[in-house]
Nanobody, 126 residues
Framework: QVQLVESGGGSVQSGGSLSLSCAAS????????MAWFRQAPGKEREGVAG???????SYVASVEGRFTISQNNTKNTLHLQMNSLKPEDTAMYYC????????????????????WGQGTQVTVSS
């Protein structure tokens, strides 16, 4: 059974950095897509950054140049390096995965993903 467990959230001041990790277990697919989503209170879940098994990445415009998605060599851990954080980045951040290689244009759509983690809270104060 696939399990995704996020870690690394916390509180930081505006301009600071945080690094999120998502440990995947029971996930041995050769072709896949993974992504980070976030959801703030009263708002819809938003795709932040996605990556597929061919290395393609996609970012929402609001984090382009500030966030970087990556995987470790064994591809069982997904990372999100978040720099220059802003108060509007405050949200619960979720890791998601699916067992096929989604087109780059689809990487940030929540309906694409089958597996989800429980989330980790990121709070950015001004």
């Amino acid at each position: 059974q696939v399990q995704l467990v996020e870690s690394g959230g916390g509180s930081v001041q505006s301009g600071g950095s945080l690094s999120l990790s998502c440990a995947a277990s029971g996930y041995t697919y050769i072709t896949y897509s993974m992504a980070w989503f976030r959801q703030a209170p009263g708002k819809e879940r938003e795709g932040v950054a996605g990556i597929s098994s061919d290395g393609s990445t996609s970012y929402v415009a609001s984090v382009e140049g500030r966030f970087t998605i990556s995987q470790n060599n064994t591809k069982n851990t997904l990372h999100l390096q978040m720099n220059s954080l802003k108060p509007e980045d405050t949200a619960m951040y979720y890791c998601a995965a699916v067992a096929f290689r989604a087109a780059r244009s689809l990487l940030l759509l929540p309906g694409v993903y089958t597996y989800w983690g429980q989330g980790t809270q990121v709070t950015v104060s001004s």
